[in-house]
């Protein structure tokens, strides 16, 4: 059984049901809307989670990235990290390690938090090539799909997979004038693969098969941007939107096959480039749910990329996106600690509200509605139960206390609120 096959059918699965109720939408639209690819429910057959819809008429949801290093390997700590992304509203997690016991930590990511979970399967393959050989670029289609395989049965709700990258485009990428080449990490692993063995993409050639391990299990197949712009002047280029082309075929015979799919975007991006962006890849790709990483949309701030990606991600969901990918202080300079995921979450759910706000979402608009209310009350504890970060913002409260509830330490006495009250 896959969503997307049962809604074709035009039954109602208990996954639906929960997604209409949480999002306020009927269910038969629903249904509508995943028969027709333009909204997904990540949920593997083999795991009970507490399911989230992506996509079309829904909620922007937010997915942190959380994962050990080859240099950095604590269980503990990613487990943490989980648990912080979720508890400041993320409403997925993507386990991304790379490090010398990634099965295991996957397998205690997954029994540790609800919600659904992704991976990157290729990361797998390519540890394994590196132990027994040396050498990330001695993998082999065994290894891959090995790899897919078994976390399909281990419960993975959905996997990023490169498969629009092909031996054409690798060999048109080395005359492109880019000035970043590659950034995504799996798009470096199959390219190089590629270019190393001159053979083509396993998930290319054989997304067949790739389709049918994925509908046994109902994987969401996330297509991975593996020639994403790794700066701004690298945007929305040739090799990008080729790549693009190539990942809107392979949307429409996942729809044929009844898997769900969805689709990467960039990336870095300049901000009037954004809303182009998310309307082409809507285009291409016939309505799928459209996942971006930021987009950041200044190469300046190190440091701030939380920033940055907040800023383009309020764009992209208002233009089309359906799924942020987070982006922490720590992009481009180290893993992130338990502070950088809470900080990376929370600049994307404000990016997810914005968005959610300007395209009239009902459920967004009730939230702010709540919120003007709580301030004109100088309701502070329902302020802070509104708020992204009740903890922070209670907390400046109290740094400087007033003698009475009805004013803050920014304008006493002379609170505009206050003083207006008279003239309601």
């Given at each position: 059984m896959t969503q997307i096959r049962e809604a074709k059918k035009g039954n109602i699965t208990k996954e639906m049901e929960s997604v209409a109720q949480a999002e306020n939408i009927d269910v038969n639209q629903l249904k509508f809307l995943i028969a027709n690819g333009?909204?997904?429910?990540?949920?593997?057959?083999?795991?009970?989670?507490?399911?989230?819809?992506i996509g079309k008429d829904l909620s922007t949801k937010v997915n942190a990235n959380i994962g050990s290093s080859s240099k950095m390997e604590d269980i503990n700590i990613e487990i943490e990290k989980a648990k912080v992304a979720v508890k400041y509203g993320a409403d997925a997690i993507m386990d991304l390690?790379?490090?010398?016991?990634?099965?295991?930590?996957?397998?205690?990511?997954?029994?540790?938090?609800?919600?659904?979970?992704g991976t990157v399967p290729i990361y797998e393959a390519g540890v394994v090539a590196q132990?027994?050989?040396?050498?990330?670029?001695?993998?082999?289609?065994?290894?891959?799909?090995?790899?897919?395989?078994?976390?399909?049965?281990?419960?993975?709700?959905?996997?990023?997979?490169?498969c629009g990258i092909n031996k054409d485009l690798v060999n048109k990428?080395?005359?492109?004038?880019?000035?970043?080449?590659?950034?995504?990490?799996?798009?470096?692993?199959?390219?190089s693969w590629i270019n190393n063995s001159n053979e083509e993409n396993p998930l290319y050639s054989n997304y067949d098969y790739l389709l049918e391990i994925a509908f046994d299990y109902d994987i969401t197949l996330s297509l991975g941007d593996g020639l994403r712009p790794g700066s701004l002047q690298d945007a929305s280029d040739i090799p990008q939107i080729q790549e693009l082309i190539n990942l809107g075929e392979l949307?429409?015979?996942?729809?044929?096959?009844?898997?769900?799919?969805?689709?990467?975007?960039?990336?870095?991006?300049?901000?009037?480039?954004?809303?182009?962006?998310?309307?082409?890849?809507?285009?291409?790709?016939?309505?799928?749910?459209?996942?971006?990483?930021?987009?950041?949309?200044?190469?300046?701030?190190?440091?701030?990329?939380?920033?940055?990606?907040?800023?383009?991600?309020?764009?992209?969901?208002?233009?089309?996106?359906?799924?942020?990918?987070?982006?922490?202080?720590?992009e481009h300079l180290s893993l992130p600690n338990l502070n950088d995921v809470k900080e990376g979450v929370i600049a994307s759910k404000i990016a997810a509200q914005a968005a959610d706000v300007a395209l009239g979402l009902e459920s967004a608009w009730i939230k702010e509605k709540k919120m003007a209310k709580a301030r004109k009350n100088f309701d502070w504890k329902k302020q802070f139960s509104l708020a992204f970060d009740g903890e922070k913002a209670a907390s400046y409260r109290d740094s400087c206390p007033v003698e009475n509830d009805e004013m803050c330490s920014m304008c006493g006495e002379y609170c505009a609120i206050k003083i207006a009250k008279d003239l309601d």
């Open positions: 333009n909204v997904v429910i990540p949920k593997n057959i083999n795991r009970d989670t507490n399911v989230c819809g390690s790379t490090g010398p016991n990634l099965n295991s930590f996957r397998r205690e990511i997954l029994n540790a938090v609800d919600v659904p979970i132990n027994r050989s040396g050498s990330v670029l001695d993998m082999s289609e065994d290894d891959i799909f090995t790899a897919i395989l078994n976390q399909a049965k281990e419960g993975v709700d959905f996997m990023t997979l490169h990428l080395k005359s492109s004038n880019r000035a970043m080449g590659i950034v995504s990490r799996g798009g470096t692993f199959i390219s949307v429409k015979r996942a729809h044929d096959f009844n898997v769900q799919v969805m689709v990467e975007g960039p990336g870095h991006v300049p901000y009037n480039q954004i809303a182009a962006n998310m309307q082409i890849e809507k285009t291409i790709c016939h309505g799928a749910p459209f996942y971006v990483l930021g987009p950041i949309v200044t190469d300046l701030a190190p440091g701030y990329d939380h920033i940055t990606s907040a800023i383009g991600g309020t764009l992209a969901a208002v233009s089309g996106a359906d799924f942020l990918c987070y982006v922490t202080p720590a």
